[in-house]
């Protein structure tokens, strides 16, 4: 089966503070591609990151990092020193290579920074 | 670059009546596809089109919704007749490859919220 889970419903912090995002998937499938986006009050998702199931190479921009481990199915989000334009709801996905580009999503998590 | 457009942005019906939705994906963009979002959830996947074909419908209750792309370009999104559990936001996506989908960075619209009553 191939299944994507954000564990964390909602997360509130404090501006200023670093926060991870959890994102735990499972696929059969050796070749898949895994993103992030967000999406803010108004609606459109944003993308954030892409990554293939070939290069488990911690990637960093900015204020954002992320972190894939396939020993255990996680690719999780960090935001360094959060600030209030980063509430938003966050979406892990994967895409299976044999499912042509069918995205599966997580159930998202709310971030919410309070000032 | 003008991204993807959606109309309208807000809709509100009765069930058992009939709606439709319409896509303007970004210029030259090959894919195209239609995501179904409940309230609280992620995305489902409702169909996706290379060009003007079908790539997948598996997900779309073809007893009530269609869609079609017409010459490849712009998409609509029916539903008819709806139901109270069709309310939801309606996501169109597009991405620019033809092929290797799998990698494609799928850029999405703003949405149309559908309340059924």
């Known amino acids: 089966a191939q299944k994507v889970t954000q564990a964390q419903t909602e997360i509130s912090v404090v501006e200023k503070e670093d926060v991870t995002l959890d994102c735990v998937y499972e696929?059969?499938?050796?070749?898949?591609?895994l993103f992030w986006y967000k999406q803010p009050p108004s609606g459109e998702l944003v993308f954030l990151i892409r990554?293939?199931?070939?290069?488990?190479q911690n990637e960093i921009s900015g204020r954002y990092s992320w972190n894939f481990q396939k020993s255990t199915s996680s690719f999780n989000f960090t935001i360094t020193a959060s600030q209030v334009v980063d509430s938003a709801v966050y979406f892990c996905a994967l895409s299976n290579y044999n499912q042509g580009g069918k995205l599966i999503f997580g159930q998202g998590t709310e971030l919410s920074v309070k000032p | 670059e003008a991204g993807v457009a959606q109309s309208p942005r807000y809709k509100i019906i009765e069930k058992r009546q009939s709606v439709a939705f319409w896509c303007n994906p970004i210029?030259?963009?090959?894919?195209l596809y239609w995501y179904q979002q409940i309230l609280g959830q992620g995305p489902k996947l409702l169909i996706q089109f290379q060009n003007n074909g079908v790539v997948d419908d598996s997900q779309l209750p073809k007893d009530r919704f269609s869609a079609e792309r017409l010459k490849g370009v712009d998409s609509t999104l029916k539903i008819q007749p709806a139901k109270l559990e069709d309310s939801a936001v309606y996501l169109c996506a597009s991405s620019l490859e033809r092929t290797g989908l799998a990698k494609n960075i799928q850029y999405f619209g703003a949405g149309t919220r559908l309340s059924v009553l």
């Open positions: 990554r293939n199931s070939f290069d488990e």
């Open positions: 696929t059969r499938d050796t070749t898949y591609y």
């Open positions: 210029s030259g963009h090959a894919t």
